[in-house]
Every structure is written in C-alpha cells, then in structure tokens.
Nanobody, 117 residues
Framework: QVQLVESGGGLVQAGGSLRLSCAAS????????MGWFRQAPGNEREFVAR????????YYADSVKGRFTISRDNAKNTVYLQMNSLKPEDTAIYYC??????????WGQGTQVTVSS
C-alpha cells in the first residue's frame, strides 16, 4: 500500500508562484508514474500533469503548459509541481496520484491552492 501526502498549498496573488510537494511512503515509489490532478468547486476533477517512473517523460494539460513543471526525486520518494504565473482559474484542491499499469490507484488527501485576483 502506498500513502501519498501533499503539502505546499496556500493563498497567492495572481502572477505568483507555489511549489507543491507529494511525499510517498513505501519502497516502490520509483515504479509508479505520478500525476497531479485538481478539482475546483462545482467542477469535475481534471488532469494537470504526469511524470514517468524515471522522470524522463512529462505531460501537461494545455491549460497549464508553459506555467507548471512536474518533477520527481526518487531518492526522496517525492514528486513536485512548480506552479508559476498563477491565475485565479487555477484555484482548486490539488491531488497527487500514483499509477500502476496506467491506472491511478493511489491518491493523496489534497492541498488547497487559492489564487486571488
């Protein structure tokens, strides 16, 4: 079983930056592709970014491409989401997730990001 704990959320003005972290338990972190998702009030959860097991491959939603960067440190069992040029529409609860065989099986509890205009 893998446990994921997000941190780094908060309140920031538009144009600002935040760095989210997701710490994973267990010894098999490097075998999971990892993703970030977000859910705004009244909206469905949406994909934000994904990173391969080694970190060599990344993929982003069009809405965050060029502003957000996903990375991972397998030695620290941690995945990051650097968010720059934040917009009010980025306001949401952000979740990290671990994928096995292409399916996101493990989820964190989420961290709130609020961007004020």
């Amino acid at each position: 079983q893998v446990q994921l704990v997000e941190s780094g959320g908060g309140l920031v003005q538009a144009g600002g930056s935040l760095r989210l972290s997701c710490a994973a338990s267990g010894r098999t972190f490097s075998t999971y592709a990892m993703g970030w998702f977000r859910q705004a009030p009244g909206n469905e959860r949406e994909f934000v970014a994904r990173i391969s097991q080694s970190g060599g491959s990344t993929y982003y939603a069009d809405s965050v491409k060029g502003r957000f960067t996903i990375s991972r440190d397998n030695a620290k069992n941690t995945v990051y989401l650097q968010m720059n040029s934040l917009k009010p529409e980025d306001t949401a609860i952000y979740y990290c997730a671990g994928a096995v065989g292409g399916e996101y099986r493990y989820w964190g509890q989420g961290t709130q990001v609020t961007v004020s205009s």
